[in-house]
């Protein structure tokens, strides 16, 4: 669930540190759709085991060679609470279905120096061997499994509920809602607090098992210090991921907008992260 990994980074902002609070309750069950439950014999613990399944077999296929490669923009735009643009960033990435390290190809539109590649490659390692436990800071081979890892790993921190059946992007989907599992505790207590207060629907394709689509909207707003530090008020993050092949299904579309407070500064981010151009990677020799 790389996506969620990515959600808890983003509402993380600000509040890394002192007591963390919520200002209302718990994230609690959706109701059902009518007629979730037609036409399938699945529970939603099934379902989610599918899922592990099916990133089983993106694993094995990436082993066997089948890697794409594609360009990601990101745009990242921060203003104030009226509105002025205070600090916008674009980069651009040549990144890769294998979880490899991707490539800064653009920064701010112009071509990087030595320099922004650097640091770019040192700052998207370090997040990963900080959030996605990835083991090794230079996978320029890439890792297969590391999406089978995660799910291993944290799985059974979440209780899926099976709450509609939609489409996306023109195939079946089921919709379920993640909720933390009050018998299982992450390690980072900001980690458990934040999931509790995010309200997390996943759309799983119902014949390939893939994640085709994420939301995480925060529910309720997070106080560090009571408000004093800072203030997370609202969070949204939708994230699409594009069939390429029946097993490897790579990022796509990626939206995130925060507002908080900061002392006394409010903040308003936005995050946007768009890929194109799918092809195999074909490897120079």
Known sequence: MKF???????????????????????????????????????????????LRIAEKQRELKT???VVYTFNRDIVIEETDG?????????????????NRIPELLRYDGKPPTSEQVEKE????????LKFLGDGEPDDSDGDANLLVRQIELYGDHFIPRLIGIETVEGRAAYVLQFLLNPEKRFEDSLVNMVIQHLLIKV?????????????AEL???????????????????????KRLTPEIWADWKVTSDIRGRILWETRVIRFTSESSGFKPLVEDK
């Open 121 to 128: 490659r040192k700052k998207i390692s370090e997040n990963k």
């Open 82 to 98: 009226n509105d002025k643009l205070m600090r916008r960033q674009t980069r651009r990435f040549r990144s890769f279905s294998n």
């Open 203 to 215: 759309w799983i394709d119902q014949k390939e098992f893939q994640i085709a689509k994420l939301d």
């Open 219 to 241: 529910i309720n707003p997070l106080y560090a210090l009571g408000g004093l530090a800072g203030t997370v008020k609202t969070f949204k993050l939708t994230a699409y991921q």
């Open 63 to 65: 082993e066997a060679g």
């Open 4 to 50: 969620l990994f990515l959600a808890l980074t983003t509402v993380g902002l600000g509040l890394s540190t002192g007591c963390i609070t919520a200002g209302g309750k718990a994230v609690g069950e959706l109701p059902a759709n009518a007629g979730a439950n037609e036409g399938t014999q699945l529970t939603a613990v099934e379902i989610a085991d599918r």
